[in-house]
Protein backbone atom coordinates (compact mmCIF):
# COMPACT_ATOMS: atom_id res chain seq x y z
CA UNK A 1 0.00 0.00 0.00
CA UNK A 2 1.10 3.33 -0.53
CA UNK A 3 2.51 6.02 2.55
CA UNK A 4 0.49 8.93 2.57
CA UNK A 5 1.20 12.04 5.05
CA UNK A 6 -2.18 13.88 5.30
CA UNK A 7 -2.17 17.44 7.08
CA UNK A 8 -6.07 17.77 8.25
CA UNK A 9 -7.09 21.81 8.60
CA UNK A 10 -8.49 23.88 11.82
CA UNK A 11 -11.38 25.48 12.30
CA UNK A 12 -11.67 26.89 9.00
CA UNK A 13 -11.55 23.55 6.89
CA UNK A 14 -9.56 24.79 3.62
CA UNK A 15 -6.36 24.00 4.15
CA UNK A 16 -4.95 27.59 3.24
CA UNK A 17 -3.20 28.59 6.38
CA UNK A 18 -0.60 25.95 6.16
CA UNK A 19 1.38 27.28 2.97
CA UNK A 20 4.78 28.52 4.97
CA UNK A 21 4.63 25.60 7.17
CA UNK A 22 4.11 23.43 3.23
CA UNK A 23 7.35 25.51 2.23
CA UNK A 24 9.38 23.95 4.54
CA UNK A 25 7.96 20.27 4.97
CA UNK A 26 7.79 19.48 1.03
CA UNK A 27 11.07 19.55 0.97
CA UNK A 28 11.44 16.47 3.28
CA UNK A 29 8.68 14.47 2.44
CA UNK A 30 5.43 14.91 0.07
CA UNK A 31 1.86 16.19 1.88
CA UNK A 32 -1.50 16.03 1.12
CA UNK A 33 -3.75 19.01 2.52
CA UNK A 34 -7.15 17.92 3.32
CA UNK A 35 -9.89 20.48 2.77
CA UNK A 36 -13.78 20.17 4.14
CA UNK A 37 -16.40 21.02 1.93
CA UNK A 38 -18.21 24.29 3.72
CA UNK A 39 -21.51 22.20 4.55
CA UNK A 40 -23.03 22.77 7.79
CA UNK A 41 -24.91 19.68 7.58
CA UNK A 42 -21.48 17.88 7.98
CA UNK A 43 -21.23 15.72 11.61
CA UNK A 44 -18.15 14.83 13.60
CA UNK A 45 -18.88 11.27 11.59
CA UNK A 46 -19.60 13.01 8.46
CA UNK A 47 -15.85 14.64 8.36
CA UNK A 48 -14.27 11.47 9.80
CA UNK A 49 -15.65 9.65 6.65
CA UNK A 50 -14.08 11.88 4.14
CA UNK A 51 -11.30 11.31 5.77
CA UNK A 52 -11.19 8.01 5.52
CA UNK A 53 -12.13 8.46 1.86
CA UNK A 54 -9.07 10.75 1.63
CA UNK A 55 -6.94 7.81 2.54
CA UNK A 56 -8.61 5.09 0.89
CA UNK A 57 -6.61 1.62 0.62
CA UNK A 58 -3.10 3.89 1.22
CA UNK A 59 -1.45 3.74 4.78
CA UNK A 60 -1.34 7.28 6.26
CA UNK A 61 0.23 9.27 8.82
CA UNK A 62 -1.75 12.40 9.79
CA UNK A 63 -0.97 15.82 11.48
CA UNK A 64 -4.16 17.56 12.63
CA UNK A 65 -4.40 21.19 13.42
CA UNK A 66 -7.04 21.87 16.50
CA UNK A 67 -10.72 21.92 15.33
CA UNK A 68 -9.10 18.18 13.34
CA UNK A 69 -7.64 16.77 16.19
CA UNK A 70 -11.07 15.07 17.00
CA UNK A 71 -11.81 14.23 13.18
CA UNK A 72 -8.23 12.60 13.48
CA UNK A 73 -9.38 10.74 16.31
CA UNK A 74 -12.81 9.20 15.51
CA UNK A 75 -11.07 8.10 12.62
CA UNK A 76 -8.84 6.31 14.49
CA UNK A 77 -11.53 4.89 16.40
CA UNK A 78 -13.82 3.52 14.05
CA UNK A 79 -10.55 1.66 12.78
CA UNK A 80 -11.46 1.83 8.60
CA UNK A 81 -8.45 2.88 7.18
CA UNK A 82 -4.78 1.79 7.90
CA UNK A 83 -3.55 4.79 10.47
CA UNK A 84 -0.13 4.84 10.84
CA UNK A 85 1.27 7.55 13.07
CA UNK A 86 -1.04 10.85 14.50
CA UNK A 87 0.73 14.51 15.29
CA UNK A 88 -2.24 16.77 17.01
CA UNK A 89 -1.41 20.03 17.24
CA UNK A 90 -2.43 22.54 19.78
CA UNK A 91 -5.75 20.34 19.96
CA UNK A 92 -8.02 18.41 22.36
CA UNK A 93 -10.34 15.47 22.83
CA UNK A 94 -12.89 17.23 24.96
CA UNK A 95 -14.37 20.49 24.13
CA UNK A 96 -12.09 22.63 24.55
CA UNK A 97 -13.64 25.52 26.88
CA UNK A 98 -16.13 23.85 28.04
CA UNK A 99 -18.25 26.88 29.76
CA UNK A 100 -17.92 28.86 26.83
CA UNK A 101 -19.14 25.84 24.33
CA UNK A 102 -21.99 24.91 26.51
CA UNK A 103 -23.15 28.65 26.60
CA UNK A 104 -22.78 28.71 22.63
CA UNK A 105 -25.07 26.01 22.22
CA UNK A 106 -27.56 27.93 24.02
CA UNK A 107 -27.32 31.30 21.60
CA UNK A 108 -27.88 31.91 18.13
CA UNK A 109 -24.63 31.00 16.56
CA UNK A 110 -25.01 31.99 13.06
CA UNK A 111 -26.39 35.43 14.06
CA UNK A 112 -22.66 35.49 16.17
CA UNK A 113 -20.81 33.93 13.29
CA UNK A 114 -22.25 36.73 10.86
CA UNK A 115 -20.20 39.57 12.82
CA UNK A 116 -17.01 40.06 11.73
CA UNK A 117 -14.02 39.21 14.38
CA UNK A 118 -12.45 42.09 15.08
CA UNK A 119 -8.80 42.23 14.14
CA UNK A 120 -7.36 42.60 17.77
CA UNK A 121 -9.19 39.67 18.80
CA UNK A 122 -7.85 37.48 16.12
CA UNK A 123 -4.64 38.37 16.93
CA UNK A 124 -4.71 38.11 20.82
CA UNK A 125 -6.65 34.39 20.64
CA UNK A 126 -5.15 33.32 17.62
CA UNK A 127 -1.65 34.67 17.53
CA UNK A 128 -0.62 36.06 20.92
CA UNK A 129 2.51 37.02 20.98
CA UNK A 130 3.20 36.70 17.05
CA UNK A 131 3.51 39.82 15.84
CA UNK A 132 3.68 38.89 12.36
CA UNK A 133 1.27 41.42 10.19
CA UNK A 134 1.39 38.89 6.84
CA UNK A 135 0.18 36.37 8.58
CA UNK A 136 -2.75 38.35 10.30
CA UNK A 137 -4.10 39.49 7.58
CA UNK A 138 -3.84 35.71 5.76
CA UNK A 139 -5.90 34.72 8.70
CA UNK A 140 -8.36 37.74 8.91
CA UNK A 141 -9.09 36.55 5.25
CA UNK A 142 -9.69 33.07 5.74
CA UNK A 143 -11.73 33.47 8.94
CA UNK A 144 -13.72 36.13 7.33
CA UNK A 145 -14.47 33.81 4.24
CA UNK A 146 -16.42 31.19 6.20
CA UNK A 147 -19.79 30.77 5.84
CA UNK A 148 -21.34 31.72 8.97
CA UNK A 149 -23.57 28.51 8.86
CA UNK A 150 -20.73 26.56 8.52
CA UNK A 151 -18.85 28.40 12.09
CA UNK A 152 -21.66 27.76 13.73
CA UNK A 153 -22.13 23.89 12.86
CA UNK A 154 -18.19 23.32 14.13
CA UNK A 155 -18.59 25.51 16.90
CA UNK A 156 -21.61 22.64 17.57
CA UNK A 157 -19.33 19.92 16.88
CA UNK A 158 -16.84 20.76 19.21
CA UNK A 159 -19.57 21.58 21.93
CA UNK A 160 -20.88 18.05 21.06
CA UNK A 161 -17.27 16.07 21.85
CA UNK A 162 -17.82 13.01 24.29
CA UNK A 163 -13.74 11.48 24.83
CA UNK A 164 -15.04 7.99 25.34
CA UNK A 165 -15.81 8.33 20.90
CA UNK A 166 -12.61 9.58 20.26
CA UNK A 167 -9.79 6.75 21.03
CA UNK A 168 -6.37 6.21 19.41
CA UNK A 169 -4.63 2.93 19.69
CA UNK A 170 -1.67 4.39 17.22
CA UNK A 171 1.27 6.16 18.32
CA UNK A 172 0.46 10.17 18.93
CA UNK A 173 2.15 13.39 19.47
CA UNK A 174 0.71 16.33 20.84
CA UNK A 175 2.31 19.63 20.51
CA UNK A 176 0.74 21.75 23.25
CA UNK A 177 1.14 25.79 22.49
CA UNK A 178 2.67 27.77 25.95
CA UNK A 179 0.94 30.61 24.60
CA UNK A 180 -2.31 28.90 23.79
CA UNK A 181 -5.72 31.17 24.36
CA UNK A 182 -8.09 28.56 22.73
CA UNK A 183 -7.19 25.54 23.99
CA UNK A 184 -5.84 25.21 27.81
CA UNK A 185 -3.26 22.77 29.18
CA UNK A 186 -5.74 20.87 30.89
CA UNK A 187 -6.72 19.40 27.04
CA UNK A 188 -3.84 17.29 27.57
CA UNK A 189 -5.65 15.14 30.27
CA UNK A 190 -8.37 13.97 27.66
CA UNK A 191 -5.91 13.28 25.38
CA UNK A 192 -3.98 10.95 27.42
CA UNK A 193 -7.03 9.38 28.45
CA UNK A 194 -8.21 8.80 24.91
CA UNK A 195 -4.09 8.13 23.70
CA UNK A 196 -2.23 5.07 25.90
CA UNK A 197 0.76 5.86 23.51
CA UNK A 198 1.16 9.32 23.64
CA UNK A 199 4.11 11.60 23.90
CA UNK A 200 4.43 15.28 24.99
CA UNK A 201 5.57 17.99 23.63
CA UNK A 202 5.78 22.16 23.87
CA UNK A 203 6.38 24.98 22.09
CA UNK A 204 6.44 28.73 23.18
CA UNK A 205 3.90 30.21 20.45
CA UNK A 206 0.31 30.72 19.97
CA UNK A 207 -2.63 28.25 19.05
CA UNK A 208 -1.62 28.69 15.27
CA UNK A 209 1.48 27.23 16.20
CA UNK A 210 2.29 25.78 11.92
CA UNK A 211 1.60 29.22 11.54
CA UNK A 212 3.76 31.04 13.82
CA UNK A 213 6.54 28.58 14.58
CA UNK A 214 6.99 26.28 11.54
CA UNK A 215 10.75 25.76 12.12
CA UNK A 216 10.28 24.36 15.55
CA UNK A 217 6.98 22.51 14.95
CA UNK A 218 9.13 21.02 12.00
CA UNK A 219 11.80 19.69 14.47
CA UNK A 220 8.89 17.80 16.25
CA UNK A 221 7.37 16.07 13.61
CA UNK A 222 10.35 14.84 11.48
CA UNK A 223 11.55 12.27 14.14
CA UNK A 224 7.91 10.99 15.57
CA UNK A 225 6.81 10.56 11.67
CA UNK A 226 9.96 9.09 10.08
Request: glycine share 4%.
Amino acid sequence: MTQLLLLLPGLDGTGRLFARFLSRFAATAPVEVMAYPPDPRHTLEDLAGLVEARIGTRTASVIAESFSGPVALRVAARRQVALERLALIASFAAPPRSWSLALARLMPLCGLAMIPPPRAVIKATMLNGCDDPGLLAELMAVVRAIPPAVMAARLRIMAGLLDHDLRCAVPVLAIQALRDRIVPARALDQLRRACPRIEERSIDGPHLLLQAEPQSCLALLRPFLS
